[in-house]
Nanobody, 123 residues
Framework: QVQLTETGGGLVQPGGSLRLSCAAS????????MGWFRQAPGKEREFVAA????????YYQDSVKGRFTISRDNAKKTVYLRVNSLKPEDTAVYYC????????????????WGQGTQVTVSS
């Protein structure tokens, strides 16, 4: 069992930055692939970024490439999402998720989800 807790969201002006964190419980964190998703009001949840168990490979939605960076610290059981150059359209609840597959591929099953952290980009 893995429990995930996201922090770091908030209100930021366009062009600003945040670092989102997702802390995990459980002994198997280092074996899980981790992902970030977001859901804007009235929209479906969408994939943002993912990282494999080792941190050696990462994947991004096209709209965030070059602005967002996913990373992980297995010793701290934490995955991060650095979000730069924020735009109003990045406003959403951001969720982290864990996949027992250990790696990311399109259609991979996500086994555990956090409760989310709100990011609001507005002047």
């Amino acid at each position: 069992q893995v429990q995930l807790t996201e922090t770091g969201g908030g209100l930021v002006q366009p062009g600003g930055s945040l670092r989102l964190s997702c802390a995990a419980s459980g002994r198997s964190f280092r074996t899980y692939a981790m992902g970030w998703f977001r859901q804007a009001p009235g929209k479906e949840r969408e994939f943002v970024a993912a990282i494999d168990w080792s941190g050696g490979s990462s994947y991004y939605q096209d709209s965030v490439k070059g602005r967002f960076t996913i990373s992980r610290d297995n010793a701290k059981k934490t995955v991060y999402l650095r979000v730069n150059s924020l735009k109003p359209e990045d406003t959403a609840v951001y969720y982290c998720a864990a996949s027992g597959s250990g790696t990311y591929y399109y259609g991979v099953s996500w086994d555990y989800w956090g409760q989310g952290t709100q990011v609001t980009v507005s002047s």
